[in-house]
């Protein structure tokens, strides 16, 4: 079974643009999680969906948005991109909603300039 | 908020020592998870403890689930160098009323020395 595969890997952008990423769960999964993970705050969550419905979401501002479509498939968008925005960016999938067993994807290096 | 200490934050042993790293939440989860991220790499799943008072075992790890369900413990024993990386815990607050926020801890970096 395949796993967890995000597009892109890496990613520069400039100060004030906006960025959109891809998350595609493992095969039935239909529970994605996005988290921002940097060496100064760790590994901090974004926002859940399922069966495209925003569950949860973390402390972050509205700049942060995602969606999920009918396939599981994710995305994340983050508008007007700032300094501390750099980061990896991860997503997880799960076979049910909630916090259960998450499975990672290898994360989008986000690093803004 | 919620928030999850992990203790130590760095450990060095050698090879053939165990190690032990502690997780802390300042609210009661209603269940908590174990993860490994290797340098360079992701967050890998070990384990998920739901009981109070749970202890589950996998060949040299074993995991503790408080009696309080506030806190948690890994256990390595005679570590090896493929256990290198950062061990994560992560749960949610129990009284999260269905929607489920998680909270990751601040992780422990293992180094081992051959």
């Known amino acids: 079974k395949a796993g967890v595969t995000q597009t892109p890997r890496y990613l520069i952008k400039t100060r004030g643009q906006q960025v959109t990423l891809s998350c595609s769960p493992i095969?039935?999964?239909?529970?994605v999680s996005w988290y921002q993970q940097t060496p100064g705050q760790g590994l901090q969550f974004l926002f859940e969906y399922f069966s495209e419905t925003q569950r949860n979401k973390g402390n972050f501002p509205g700049r942060f948005s995602g969606r999920q479509f009918s396939n599981s498939r994710s995305e994340m968008n983050v508008s007007t991109l700032e300094l501390g925005d750099s980061a990896l960016y991860l997503c997880?999938?799960?076979?049910?909603?909630?916090?259960?067993?998450?499975?990672f994807g290898p994360g989008t290096r986000l690093t803004v300039t | 908020g919620q928030q999850v200490m992990q203790i130590p934050q760095y450990q060095h042993v050698q090879e053939g020592e165990d190690f032990t790293t502690y997780c802390n939440s300042s609210t009661t989860l209603s269940n908590i998870q174990w993860y490994k991220q290797r340098p360079g790499g992701h967050p890998v799943f070990l384990i998920q403890l739901v009981k109070s008072g749970e202890v589950k075992k996998q060949k040299r790890l074993t995991f503790q689930f408080g009696e309080a369900k506030k806190n948690s413990s890994l256990h390595i024993t005679a570590t090896q160098t493929t256990d290198v990386g950062t061990y994560f815990c992560?749960?949610?607050?129990?009284?999260?009323?269905?929607?489920?926020?998680?909270?990751f801890g601040t992780g422990t970096k293992l180094q081992v020395i051959p």
């Open positions: 997880a999938s799960s076979f049910r909603d909630g916090f259960y067993e998450q499975y």
């Open positions: 992560a749960g949610p607050p129990s009284d999260s009323g269905g929607y489920q926020k998680v909270t």
């Open positions: 095969s039935g999964h239909r529970s």
